[in-house]
């Protein structure tokens, strides 16, 4: 039964940092954004996706969305972090 549960965590363990890791990417892909639309000319649009809409929106406007969601995923990322820890914990407890 212990080799089931343990089995368990490792998976959950397994999902868990597999989210955080494709979460880190996406913040990668952030600052990657952000370095473009800060170096770009002030004259160049930049548009954001809604749904099936597309809309303009200004320099600042773009920035702002960018920090608004790293800060999501940042949070997101300390929140898998911590459960990671609680199941590596639980994984020690296990197999003492």
Known sequence: ???V????LELQLRQLRELRQA????MKELEYAEGII???KSERKIYRAF???LV???KDEAIEHIERTRLVYKREIEKLKEKE???MKKLA???A
């Open 56 to 58: 303009e929106v200004t």
């Open 51 to 53: 749904s099936d809409l």
């Open 93 to 95: 407890e296990l197999r």
């Open 1 to 3: 039964m212990e080799a």
């Open 38 to 40: 800060t170096a770009t």
């Open 5 to 8: 549960k343990a089995y368990d």
């Open 23 to 26: 979460l880190e990417l996406k």
């Open 85 to 87: 820890k609680e199941i």
